[in-house]
């Protein structure tokens, strides 16, 4: 099993930037990928970012638009999101989640392909 918990959100106006955290425990050893989503209410979970074990292989979805940094702490088990230039379009709550076994690139933004999800932290962007 592993446990993953989400920190960093909070209220921000439009503009400004917040930094995500979450700590991955339990069975950590040769997590494929660590990925980033968020949901709105009534819509499906939408990818943000992802990063390979290795640190190699970073995505972010289409929306990111270089505006959002993933980076890993590997001695703390820890991914962070730097998200900048927030707008009220991201609001949301955001969630860090894990998968296991082989991955493969299309695998990121597959919402089904990850086992593992942390409970959610919650993002506001005041206009």
């Known amino acids: 099993q592993v446990q993953l918990a989400e920190s960093g959100g909070g209220l921000v106006q439009a503009g400004g930037g917040l930094k995500l955290s979450c700590v991955a425990s339990?069975?950590?050893?040769?997590?494929?990928?660590m990925g980033w989503f968020r949901q709105t209410p009534g819509k499906d979970r939408e990818f943000v970012a992802g990063?390979?074990?290795?640190?190699?292989?970073?995505d972010y979805g289409d929306f990111v638009r270089g505006r959002f940094t993933i980076s890993r702490d590997t001695l703390n088990n820890t991914v962070h999101l730097q998200m900048n230039s927030l707008t009220p379009e991201d609001t949301a709550t955001y969630f860090c989640?894990?998968?296991?076994?082989?991955?493969?690139?299309?695998?990121?933004?597959?919402?089904?392909?990850?086992?593992?999800w942390g409970q959610g932290t919650r993002v506001t962007v005041s206009s």
């Open positions: 989640a894990t998968g296991t076994g082989t991955w493969f690139r299309g695998d990121s933004w597959n919402p089904s392909r990850y086992t593992y």
């Open positions: 990063l390979g074990r290795s640190g190699r292989s970073i």
């Open positions: 339990g069975r950590t050893a040769n997590l494929p990928y």
